[in-house]
């Protein structure tokens, strides 16, 4: 069975730090690309980063560009998402999603879901709240 569980979110100040960690089992890691993203309630999902099986390409939102990288560890099974500099917009619930091809992972994060294909599995989400 394959899992993908995120951890790590809670709630911090404006300008503050948070590390994600995508923890996933029942495949392997290193034969998928990972996407991060993101939704708020009333709002359709926003991509926020991709990164390749070996992690030699990474995709950023203009949004979060120079203030969130994405990093992975295969033989952890682990994906992380480390993000400072956080501002109140990025207030979300986030969620890691698995792909065999990071194209695809690229174009559904810049492009959005385009009702013929998506990411192959899902985690949960975790909460992730900045507010003063």
């Known amino acids: 069975q394959v899992q993908l569980v995120e951890s790590g979110g809670g709630s911090v100040q404006p300008g503050g730090s948070l590390r994600l960690s995508c923890a996933a089992s029942g495949l392997t890691l290193d034969y998928y690309a990972i996407g991060w993203f993101r939704q708020v309630p009333g709002k359709e999902r926003e991509g926020v980063s991709c990164?390749?099986?070996?992690?030699?390409?990474?995709n950023y939102a203009d949004s979060v560009k120079g203030r969130f990288t994405i990093s992975r560890d295969n033989a952890k099974n682990t994906v992380f998402l480390e993000m400072s500099s956080l501002k109140a917009e990025d207030t979300a619930v986030y969620y890691c999603?698995?792909?065999?091809?990071?194209?695809?992972?690229?174009?559904?994060?810049?492009?959005?879901?385009?009702?013929?294909?998506?990411?192959?599995?899902w985690g949960k989400g975790t909460q992730v709240t900045v507010s003063s």
């Open positions: 990164i390749s099986r070996r992690g030699e390409n990474t």
């Open positions: 999603a698995a792909i065999r091809v990071f194209r695809l992972c690229v174009s559904l994060s810049t492009e959005g879901y385009n009702g013929r294909y998506d990411m192959d599995y």
